[in-house]
């Protein structure tokens, strides 16, 4: 089970801290990941952070240097730092878990899902 907290709205320019809680997992085993689904778009694959027995952490281009991804293995938490947010980053943004290590950016390879948060960046 996973469950995400902190969307909202913000203005262009803002920031917003999205936190994302698992349980039921071997959490520090999991790669982590963030995706956002935009009216009338797929899903995509926003950032993604490695389980312990590997390294990396992917992310979009659309967000690579806006957006940060981290977790706290001691609260089961992960989190998605987002700075510099324009309209177009308005999404419902998930969190999902895998049972492997290795940071996938395909959703497919997922294995737990939130429900989402939304995120809506305007003036």
């Known amino acids: 089970h996973v469950a995400e907290s902190g969307g909202g709205l913000v203005q262009p320019g803002g920031s917003l801290e999205l936190s994302c809680e698992a349980s039921g997992m071997a959490f520090n085993r999991a790669a982590m990941g963030w995706f956002r689904q935009a009216p009338g778009k797929e899903r995509a694959f926003v950032a993604a952070?490695?389980?312990?027995?590997?390294?990396?952490?992917p992310v979009a281009n659309s967000v690579r240097g806006r957006f940060t991804i981290s977790r706290d293995n001691a609260k089961n938490t992960v989190y998605l730092q987002m700075d510099k947010l324009t309209p177009e980053d308005t999404a419902v943004y998930y969190c999902?878990?895998?049972?492997?290590?290795?940071?996938?950016?395909?959703?497919?390879?997922?294995?737990?899902w939130g429900e989402g948060t939304q995120v809506t960046v305007s003036a």
């Open positions: 999902a878990g895998r049972g492997e290590s290795w940071p996938s950016p395909d959703s497919s390879t997922y294995d737990y």
């Open positions: 952070i490695t389980g312990i027995f590997t390294s990396g952490t």
